[in-house]
T-cell receptor, first 114, second 111 residues
Framework: NAGVTQTPKFQVLKTGQSMTLQCAQD?????MYWYRQDPGMGLRLIYY???????DKGEVPNGYNVSRLNKREFSLRLESAAPSQTSVYFC?????????????FGDGTRLSIL | GEDVEQSLFLSVREGDSSVINCTYT??????LYWYKQEPGAGLQLLTY?????DMKQDQRLTVLLNKKDKHLSLRIADTQTGDSAIYFC???????????FGAGTTVTVRA
C-alpha cells in the first residue's frame, strides 16, 4: 500500500553541494510531477513527466533537473544548491495528465540549504 | 490555471461544521480539488468536482461550486480533532497537467 515513496525524508546541504531526490510510485501511473512547497505559497510545479521518456518544465524549473528513469521512478536533481531552494519537495503521480486523473502525493522531502 | 485564493486560518469548535472557501480566476477551470495536509505529511486527495456540477457530497464532506462567481467551498460536518490540518484548493483544465494551488487554509479544531 505504498503509493508514492520519496527519499530521503530530511536533508541538510551546504550551499553549492549537489543532491538528488528520489521518487517512486507503485500505482502504474503514467505521469509524475515534482512540486515545491513554501510557506504561504501553496505548491508550485517544478517539472513534470507526462509519460515515460518525456519531461517538461513547470512554473519554477530554474536550478533543477529531472530524470524519468523508468515508469516507476522520477528523480529531481539540484546541481548546485542555493539557500533559496530550502523548501519541502513533493513528488506526485497520476494515471494521465487530464483533470479527471487526480494526482497522488508522497510525504515530501524537507530540504534545508545552509 | 491562474490565481487561487483561500483564507489562511479557520478555528472551529469540535462538533460544529467547518466551511472553507476558495476563489479562482481561470474561467476555463474544469476540475476543482480539495486536498488535506496533516503535519509532516503529504497531500491527501479529499474530493474533486467537475465544473458542470454544483454540488458533490461524500460522507461528512460537501463541496459547493458556484461557477458564475468562481467560488468553491468545502463543508465538513461534525468537525473532529482529526480534521485539524491544512486544506488546499486546486484547479486545472480538462487536459492541463498543471494544478494551481491556493496557499492553504489551516483549520484548528478546539474542544
Amino acid at each position: 500500500n505504498a503509493g508514492v515513496t520519496q527519499t530521503p525524508k530530511f536533508q541538510v546541504l551546504k550551499t553549492g553541494q549537489s543532491m538528488t531526490l528520489q521518487c517512486a510510485q507503485d500505482m502504474n501511473h503514467n505521469s509524475m510531477y515534482w512540486y515545491r512547497q513554501d510557506p504561504g505559497m501553496g505548491l508550485r510545479l517544478i517539472y513534470y513527466s507526462a509519460s515515460e521518456g518525456t519531461t517538461d518544465k513547470g512554473e519554477v524549473p530554474n536550478g533543477y533537473n529531472v530524470s524519468r528513469l523508468n515508469k516507476r521512478e522520477f528523480s529531481l536533481r539540484l546541481e548546485s544548491a542555493a539557500p533559496s531552494q530550502t523548501s519541502v519537495y513533493f513528488c506526485a503521480s497520476s494515471d494521465g495528465t487530464g483533470g479527471n486523473q487526480p494526482q497522488h502525493f508522497g510525504d515530501g522531502t524537507r530540504l534545508s540549504i545552509l | 490555471g491562474e490565481d487561487v485564493e483561500q483564507s489562511l486560518f479557520l478555528s472551529v469548535r469540535e462538533g460544529d461544521s467547518s466551511v472553507i472557501n476558495c476563489t479562482y480566476t481561470d474561467s476555463s477551470s474544469t476540475y476543482l480539488y480539495w486536498y488535506k495536509q496533516e503535519p509532516g505529511a503529504g497531500l491527501q486527495l479529499l474530493t474533486y468536482i467537475f465544473s458542470n456540477m454544483d454540488m458533490k457530497q461524500d460522507q461528512r464532506l460537501t463541496v459547493l461550486l458556484n461557477k458564475k462567481d468562481k467560488h468553491l467551498s468545502l463543508r465538513i460536518a461534525d468537525t473532529q480533532t482529526g480534521d485539524s490540518a491544512i486544506y488546499f484548493c486546486a484547479e486545472t483544465g480538462s487536459n492541463d497537467y498543471k494544478l494551481s494551488f491556493g496557499a492553504g487554509t489551516t483549520v484548528t479544531v478546539r474542544a
